[in-house]
């Protein structure tokens, strides 16, 4: 393993784990929103993400936090190829799915993918296999 290959397993597990994948109704974006403690985390991620944007500290009652977004030039055109080599569908059906309606949502297929294929790709993932 590379330590390439380690901060992308590392960026793909925050994904999974901590990522929102939605938008503003004009463009499309991945979230990830973490407690102020995670800080060098967040500047971690930023620093591997060219184009994200980190905002904050914001407080909303007791919460303090950090948002890393990644939208724009930077979503369509360096993260979402990179995240659609990874074996996502396997690793967790339930976000890949999230992901997935974001792409959908907002048009964003990477090279010759088209919706049908990804939707199959994902579905496959979620069907155990047989006994």
Same mark, same amino acid.
């Given at each position: 393993?590379?330590?390439?290959?380690?901060?992308?397993?590392?960026?793909?597990?925050?994904?999974?784990?901590?990522?929102?994948?939605?938008?503003?109704?004009?463009?499309?974006?991945?979230?990830?929103?973490?407690?102020? $403690?995670?800080? @060098? /985390? =967040?500047?971690? +991620?930023?620093?591997?993400?060219?184009?994200?944007?980190? &905002?904050?500290? #914001? !407080?909303?009652?007791?919460?303090?936090?950090?948002?890393?977004?990644?939208?724009?030039?930077?979503?369509?055109? $360096?993260?979402? @190829? /990179? =995240?659609?080599? +990874?074996?996502?569908?396997?690793?967790?059906?339930?976000? &890949?799915?999230? #992901? !997935?309606?974001?792409?959908?949502?907002?048009?964003?297929?990477?090279?010759?993918?088209?919706?049908?294929?990804? $939707?199959?790709?994902?579905?496959?993932?979620?069907?155990?296999?047989?006994?």
């Amino acid at each position: 393993m590379t330590v390439r290959d380690f901060d992308f397993g590392l960026l793909l597990g925050l994904l999974i784990a901590q990522g929102h994948f939605g938008g503003d109704r004009k463009q499309a974006q991945i979230t990830l929103k973490m407690h102020v $403690r995670h800080l @060098p /985390l =967040l500047e971690w +991620a930023f620093e591997r993400l060219p184009g994200a944007r980190l &905002y904050g500290p #914001y !407080e909303y009652g007791p919460r303090r936090f950090y948002q890393l977004m990644v939208r724009g030039d930077a979503l369509r055109n $360096r993260l979402v @190829p /990179l =995240l659609d080599t +990874a074996p996502w569908p396997a690793i967790d059906p339930h976000s &890949y799915a999230r #992901y !997935e309606a974001m792409k959908e949502r907002y048009g964003l297929w990477s090279g010759a993918e088209e919706p049908s294929v990804a $939707r199959a790709t994902a579905n496959a993932a979620r069907t155990p296999p047989p006994e």
